[in-house]
Structure formats: structure tokens, C-alpha cells
């Protein structure tokens, strides 16, 4: 059982950043792949970001591609996502999920953490 937490969210105005991290209480944390999902009010559920298991696999949707940077350190069991010129459209409540076969898609995650709100005004 992989316990995943979000931290890091928070308000911030158009053209800011924050950085969300995900801890992970697994000691094998480094035998999944991880990836940030997001959910606006009213919407589905989509995929943000995913990172290998090395770290050195990234992948991205193509709206957050070039402002968004994912990166992990196995030995602290953390995830992070960098956010940069974020967008009104980016507000959303953020979650990271782990699986062990690199899926992109919500089925195919294995854990979820509770989420972290990030609000953007304009």
C-alpha cells in the first residue's frame, strides 16, 4: 500500500509559480512511475505529467507542456511539479497517482493522494 500526500498549493495570481510536492510513505517508492493529475470544478479528471521511474522519463499534455516541469528525488520518496506562468485555466485541484506500468490514464493508476488546491486568478 503506497500513501501519497500533496502539499504545495495554494493562490496565486496570473504568470506565477509554485512548486507541488508528493511524499510517499512506500520504501519501494522508486519502483513506480508517477504522475499529476488535475480536476477543475465541472470537469473529468486529466492527466498533467508522468516521470519514470529513474526520473529521467518525463511526458506531458501538451497545455502545460513548456511551463510545467515534473522531477522526483527517490531518495527523499518525493515527487514534485514546478508550475510556471500559470494560468487562470490551470486552477484545479491536483493529484498525484502512482502505478507501476507508466500509465497515463486515471484506470490505470494504482494510489492516489487527497489532492492539493491550486487557485489562479487573473
Known amino acids: 500500500q503506497v500513501q501519497l500526500v500533496e502539499s504545495g498549493g495554494g493562490l496565486v495570481q496570473a504568470g506565477g509559480s509554485l512548486r507541488l510536492s508528493c511524499a510517499a510513505s512506500e520504501r519501494t517508492f522508486s519502483s513506480y512511475y508517477i504522475s499529476w493529475f488535475r480536476q477543475a470544478p465541472g470537469k473529468e479528471r486529466e492527466f498533467v505529467a508522468r516521470?519514470?521511474?529513474?526520473?529521467?522519463?518525463?511526458y506531458y499534455t501538451g497545455s502545460v507542456k513548456g511551463r510545467f516541469t515534473i522531477s522526483r528525488d527517490n531518495a527523499k520518496n518525493t515527487v514534485y511539479l514546478r508550475m510556471n506562468s500559470l494560468k487562470p485555466e490551470d486552477t484545479a485541484v491536483y493529484y498525484c497517482a502512482a502505478d507501476l506500468l507508466g500509465a497515463v490514464n486515471r484506470e490505470g493508476q494504482d494510489y492516489w493522494g487527497q489532492g492539493t488546491q491550486v487557485t489562479v486568478s487573473s
Open positions: 516521470i519514470t521511474r529513474s526520473g529521467v522519463g518525463t
